[in-house]
C-alpha cells in the first residue's frame, strides 16, 4: 500500500489539525499506553480492554492513514456517515465498523447492511425496526444497550430500572446479539460522580448475568471516553471509545448522544 501523508494545516470546515499517519500511530499509542497504566493500577490483563478508535470526524483519508497505523474497528456517531464511508472504502474489507450514536428508525436499514455492531440500542422501536432490516439482509448483528447512568435528561439512554426487563425482552428478537452495555458518565469535574456512573453500569451488567438465560453472552462494558477513560478502567470497563485523544477536538458539539435542548 502506498503511504498516505498531507501536510500539517488547518481543516477549515472542522477546525481540526490535519495528521500524518505518524501522528495517529503515535497518538494511538499514547491512548495504548495509558490503557496498560490504568490496567495495572487495579491489576487487570490489558488484553481485557479494547480500543474503539471514533472516526466521526476523520474523513476518508484520515481514516486510510488509521488503517494504515494499524487501526481495524472504528466506531461512528452517525449511521449516515458511517454508511458513505463503508461504502468509499468498501475495499478494506477487514474494518468493523461500530455505530454508537442515537439511532432514527429510519436508518435501520444502513446499519443493518452494513454494521458489524450498533452501541445505541435503548428502544422497542429501534429493536423491532433493526430486526426487520436484518431478516431482509439475512444478517445478525451484535448490539450494547445504552443506559442513562447519569440520569441526565439530555441523554439517550434507558433509565437503569428499566433495562433488565428490556434485555429479557430482546430474546423475541433473534438478529439481535446483545453483548454488553454502554453508557456516557456525568459530564462533571467531579470525578467521584463520574465513577458512580461506571460503577452502576458494571453493577446493572452483573445485575443482568444473573437474571436473564442470556446472561453469559452479555459480558461488554463499553464505557470511558478520552477525558476519562482511565476511571472506567479502574470500575471495569472492557471498551474504550476514543476520539479526541487520537484525532483531536471536534468544532462542534455532538448531539447524537444527547437529546436536543
Known amino acids: 500500500m502506498t503511504a498516505l501523508s498531507v501536510k500539517h494545516a488547518a481543516d477549515p470546515i472542522r477546525g481540526l489539525q490535519t495528521l500524518t499517519v505518524e501522528d495517529i500511530r503515535s497518538n494511538l499509542t499514547k491512548v495504548y499506553s495509558r490503557i496498560v497504566a490504568a490496567c495495572q493500577s487495579v491489576d487487570r490483563d490489558p488484553s481485557s480492554v479494547t480500543l474503539l478508535p471514533v472516526s466521526k470526524t476523520a474523513d476518508e483519508v484520515h481514516i486510510r492513514l488509521s488503517y494504515e497505523a494499524g487501526c481495524r474497528k472504528l466506531g461512528e456517531n452517525k449511521a449516515q456517515d458511517a454508511y458513505h464511508k463503508w461504502e468509499a472504502m468498501s475495499d478494506l474489507t477487514d474494518l468493523y465498523w461500530s455505530v454508537i450514536g442515537h439511532l432514527q428508525t429510519n436508518k435501520a436499514k444502513l446499519v443493518a447492511r452494513f454494521a458489524s455492531e450498533f452501541q445505541a440500542l435503548d428502544s422497542f422501536r429501534v429493536a423491532e425496526a433493526l430486526e426487520r432490516r436484518l431478516q431482509i439482509e439475512g444478517r445478525s448483528l451484535d448490539v450494547l444497550i445504552q443506559v442513562n447512568t447519569s440520569g441526565e435528561t439530555n441523554k439517550y439512554g434507558l433509565p437503569p430500572e428499566e433495562v433488565v426487563r428490556f434485555v429479557q425482552a430482546l430474546s423475541a428478537y433473534p438478529a439481535l446479539r446483545v453483548r454488553g452495555l454502554m453508557t456516557l458518565a ?12 461506571f460503577t452502576q453500569l458494571r453493577i446493572l451488567r452483573d ?11 452479555i459480558t ?11 476511571i472506567a478502567i479502574e470500575e471495569g470497563a472492557t471498551v474504550v471509545r476514543v476520539g479526541q485523544a ?3 477536538a471536534r468544532a462542534l458539539p455532538n448531539l447524537h448522544f444527547h437529546h436536543t435542548v
Open 186 to 197: 456525568m459530564l462533571s469535574g467531579d470525578t467521584s460522580r463520574v465513577r458512580q456512573c
Open 207 to 217: 445485575r443482568i448475568q444473573q437474571a436473564s438465560p442470556q446472561g453469559h453472552h
Open 220 to 230: 461488554e462494558l463499553s464505557m470511558g471516553m478520552s477525558g476519562d477513560l482511565e
Open 246 to 248: 487520537i484525532y483531536g
